[in-house]
């Protein structure tokens, strides 16, 4: 199983403290151990219309440099300054889809393959039918931007944050009913236990179709500082053959929090469990799994 941090806490997203160039947290999660770093498209780290030719060129090949890869983008989407899919306002719609192909746009430069789509959220008043068309339009032109670049786009139900796309089948639906062969699932363990559900019942309800995931421990903390199933989910996504990376999102929220310690605690935590899931599971001769290596 491969480990992927995302880089808000290292930057000024969602809380102004604290922000670290993008370079160190780059250089620090590849010391660290993880294989790849998921970037959290905020300023001052990768806001697209910030980002130069030659400053794409130059993250992409810091990250190369120290062997550790870029395998996702996510769009800091949220609050007063826009980009949400579903806005009461036209134009605040059309500018999400034109700052959605930025970021797709800046995936391909970086060479990460996968973008993620937050449905967005209703205005009071606003029928949940139209604010699923609207959402709906923005990612099908955004999946139609990607599939030109070869470039995935998950959506994620944010149950907690947002009021569109709540659950699995919320998401399987709009997968649907984008038409689009490069959309795909995922999930957030924090907007799971939000619902009330465990993270394993969504490896099942996702299936095939799950090619990303975050994780954060209760309250967003450290993983294995709160009491999520980590056991249950590690097993769920190992019987289930996941290929995709194992994003640990957190160290966020609060002034004070060393994401260096987040990101260190949580993957040791996450490698001792997954040893112990892996002497848990058998394949399909009734032979013990590899154990991981250290």
Same mark, same amino acid.
């Given at each position: 199983?491969?480990?992927?941090?995302?880089?808000?806490?290292?930057?000024?997203?969602?809380?102004?403290?604290?922000?670290?160039?993008?370079?160190?947290?780059? /250089?620090?999660?590849?010391?660290?151990?993880?294989?790849?770093?998921?970037?959290?498209?905020?300023?001052?780290?990768?806001?697209?219309?910030?980002?130069?030719?030659?400053?794409?060129?130059?993250?992409?090949?810091?990250?190369?440099?120290?062997?550790?890869?870029?395998?996702?983008?996510?769009?800091?989407?949220?609050?007063?300054?826009?980009?949400?899919?579903?806005?009461?306002?036209?134009?605040?719609?059309?500018?999400?889809?034109?700052?959605?192909?930025?970021?797709?746009?800046?995936?391909?430069?970086?060479?990460?393959?996968?973008?993620?789509?937050?449905?967005?959220?209703?205005?009071?008043?606003?029928?949940?039918?139209?604010?699923?068309?609207?959402?709906?339009?923005?990612? /099908?032109?955004?999946?139609?931007?990607?599939?030109?670049?070869?470039?995935?786009?998950?959506?994620?139900?944010?149950?907690?944050?947002?009021?569109?796309?709540?659950?699995?089948?919320?998401?399987?639906?709009?997968?649907?009913?984008?038409?689009?062969?490069?959309?795909?699932?995922?999930?957030?363990?924090?907007?799971?236990?939000?619902?009330?559900?465990?993270?394993?019942?969504?490896?099942?309800?996702?299936?095939?179709?799950?090619?990303?995931?975050?994780?954060?421990?209760?309250?967003?903390?450290?993983?294995?500082?709160?009491?999520?199933?980590?056991?249950?989910?590690?097993?769920?996504?190992?019987?289930?053959?996941?290929?995709?990376?194992?994003?640990?999102?957190?160290?966020?929220?609060?002034?004070?929090?060393?994401?260096?310690?987040?990101? /260190?605690?949580?993957?040791?935590?996450?490698?001792?469990?997954?040893?112990?899931?892996?002497?848990?599971?058998?394949?399909?001769?009734?032979?013990?799994?590899?154990?991981?290596?250290?």
């Amino acid at each position: 199983m491969k480990f992927a941090f995302n880089t808000f806490p290292f930057s000024s997203f969602p809380t102004l403290l604290p922000t670290y160039p993008l370079e160190d947290a780059i /250089r620090s999660l590849a010391a660290i151990g993880y294989d790849a770093l998921e970037i959290g498209c905020c300023a001052p780290h990768a806001w697209p219309q910030h980002l130069s030719r030659s400053r794409r060129n130059d993250i992409k090949a810091i990250a190369a440099g120290e062997g550790i890869a870029i395998s996702s983008l996510l769009p800091a989407i949220g609050g007063g300054f826009g980009c949400n899919p579903c806005s009461i306002l036209r134009v605040e719609r059309q500018a999400t889809v034109e700052h959605y192909k930025g970021i797709v746009e800046l995936a391909s430069d970086l060479g990460a393959g996968m973008v993620l789509y937050i449905g967005g959220w209703r205005a009071e008043g606003m029928s949940r039918q139209d604010g699923w068309a609207h959402s709906l339009d923005c990612l /099908r032109a955004v999946a139609a931007h990607a599939a030109d670049r070869d470039i995935t786009v998950v959506i994620e139900p944010t149950t907690a944050d947002t009021n569109l796309i709540d659950t699995a089948a919320d998401a399987r639906r709009m997968m649907a009913e984008s038409e689009g062969d490069n959309v795909r699932l995922m999930f957030d363990t924090c907007h799971v236990a939000h619902e009330g559900r465990s993270a394993s019942s969504y490896v099942g309800d996702m299936g095939l179709d799950l090619v990303h995931l975050h994780a954060a421990d209760t309250g967003r903390r450290a993983i294995g500082d709160g009491n999520m199933d980590w056991d249950d989910l590690l097993r769920s996504l190992l019987a289930s053959d996941y290929g995709g990376y194992f994003t640990v999102e957190t160290g966020f929220g609060a002034r004070g929090i060393d994401p260096h310690d987040v990101a /260190r605690r949580s993957l040791k935590y996450l490698k001792e469990r997954l040893a112990i899931a892996c002497a848990q599971i058998t394949d399909g001769d009734g032979k013990r799994l590899a154990m991981p290596a250290a």
